[in-house]
């Protein structure tokens, strides 16, 4: 039997967002501690020790969204900010034994316009673009709404 592969405990946050600071929200599948279905920027975890930062982004905003983050007019940007928080006890089992909290990098996306996505479904169920703070607003975690409310602080003009 293989041993299980544990989820490494860095991950990416990437606030995909327009010039005119339209964000997009994807809805998580029912995966949620209080097992509601919710708003959230695209997150995921490193595949690997070996890659970096930068990889995991745009890998991640490429399975959740389909949206490349090298195509033309799009601009991914390394916040150089980290939030350390504890894993909800849920999703401990995903860690390794011990594992209790996740180091999370910002990123932002920025893209010509809101365009449409295409999601995974095995994660995710719905999108939209919102306005910053409405999009703030509506996400389940307080990290990731805390990143949107940053977001200004990162646009290119």
Request: with cysteine; aromatic share 10%; net charge negative.
């Amino acid at each position: 039997m293989a041993p299980q592969a544990f989820k490494i405990p860095q991950s990416v946050l990437v606030v995909i967002h327009t010039p005119a600071l339209q964000v997009l929200l994807i809805r998580r599948t029912v995966d949620a501690p209080d097992g509601q279905a919710f708003w959230q920027s695209v997150t995921g975890s490193k595949d690997s020790a070996q890659e970096n930062w930068h990889e995991t982004a745009v890998r991640e905003v490429l399975e959740e969204t389909g949206l490349r983050a090298d195509a033309p007019g799009c601009m991914l940007r390394d916040w150089g900010l980290e939030n350390r928080y504890d894993i909800y006890p849920e999703w401990l089992h995903r860690y390794a034994p011990g594992v209790r909290r996740n180091t999370e990098r910002l990123f932002g996306l920025q893209v010509p316009a809101a365009v449409p996505v295409v999601l995974s479904p095995r994660e995710h169920t719905a999108w939209a673009w919102w306005p910053w703070r409405e999009a703030a607003d509506r996400c389940f975690s307080p990290s990731n709404a805390e990143a949107i409310l940053l977001l200004p602080q990162f646009v290119s003009s």
